[in-house]
């Protein structure tokens, strides 16, 4: 389903032109990226039938959007570009733009946030590093962020069976990615606190609950999948109380007992849908037109940021960018 950084884009231009080109840009984009680069050159901007294609699966007009075409040293060649961050920069939002780098696959090769000099802010690194593991946004099947919401608020509501599992299926990806924030930290900011492991605690009792709407998929699952859930509940409790009494043994301890409890119930086996409860939840959710690519902050991005608001603007640029890389690789 996911694979790690992709490689070879087929393009029509020769590598030995592709080389040949501006220095100054592969400088400045291989410092951004921190991609080695032989050279760098500027695609032609988006048209107009592109920028409604694009706009069509961002839901609102894009921006001012660059494109680069990039020579790595390893002689891979990428598709490159910049999108701009909303909600203007200041000293307390100095992100302006983000850029966004990637070969054929399904996974990106590179990103940046930068300031308003075209500098790259470090304080991302981590959150941008995370990218590695979520599917790429495709303009043939993308549809608005907003989409989400809508959809939720209206399963929410419904009484049909079938449009329940697509909620729960929802709900759950989101309290899963609650409680899995506290092992996703930059190394800088320590380890868990006790609020997160209190949200930790809520979000594993919250799946408990999912698991009665869940039942069309557990089948007889379905019993071990809550029971699984409460006992990482009461570990994330334990976890609480071992860091506000600083016993870091047992806190090691109760880790390892909550990861050993995560494993085991992403490897239960549903034989009706031939798969594990991972594999099972992600194709079904994919199937339902709720799956990734929508790159929204506790559906399909992790996120451990002070400002939610603020990390979804520079996630919503990012898609738009990988959006408009697949735009102009469809020329």
Request: aromatic share 6%; net charge negative.
């Amino acid at each position: 389903m996911k694979h790690s950084l992709a490689l070879a884009l087929v393009t029509t231009l020769s590598l030995s032109l592709l080389a040949s080109r501006s220095r100054e840009d592969g400088e400045w984009l291989a410092e951004a990226l921190q991609v080695p680069l032989v050279g760098a050159g500027p695609l032609d901007a988006l048209d107009g039938k592109e920028r409604e294609r694009l706009a069509d699966a961002v839901g609102a007009a894009s921006g001012d959007i660059a494109l680069w075409e990039a020579l790595t040293e390893d002689d891979r060649v990428l598709l490159v570009a910049r999108s701009e961050v909303s909600g203007g920069a200041g000293p307390e939002r100095p992100e302006r733009t983000v850029l966004f780098a990637r070969a054929e696959g399904p996974a990106y090769t590179a990103a940046a946030v930068l300031d308003a000099d075209g500098r790259p802010l470090a304080e991302w690194t981590h959150f941008l590093e995370s990218f590695e593991h979520y599917d790429l946004p495709r303009v043939k099947t993308a549809v608005p962020r907003a989409h989400l919401e809508t959809t939720r608020a209206k399963l929410a509501a419904s009484d049909d069976a079938d449009e329940r599992v697509t909620w729960a299926l929802l709900e759950t990806l989101r309290a899963m990615n609650q409680q899995a924030a506290p092992f996703n930290l930059p190394p800088s900011s320590g380890r868990d606190t006790p609020a997160e492991t209190r949200a930790m605690a809520d979000a594993y009792e919250r799946l408990a609950e999912l698991s009665r709407d869940l039942a069309p998929l557990l089948g007889e699952q379905r019993a071990r999948f809550e029971e699984l859930a409460l006992d990482s509940a009461d570990s994330a409790r334990a976890l609480q109380t071992a860091l506000e009494t600083e016993d870091a043994e047992l806190a090691n301890e109760v880790r390892g007992r909550i990861l050993a409890n995560c494993r085991a119930c992403h490897d239960l086996e549903l034989p009706a849908h031939d798969g594990k409860v991972k594999e099972v939840f992600y194709d079904e959710r994919h199937e339902r037109g709720v799956g990734d690519g929508f790159y929204e902050l506790g559906h399909d991005v992790r996120y451990r940021h002070a400002d939610y608001e603020r990390a979804q603007r520079v996630a919503d640029a990012l898609r738009e960018a990988a959006l408009a890389i697949d735009v102009a690789a469809e020329r």
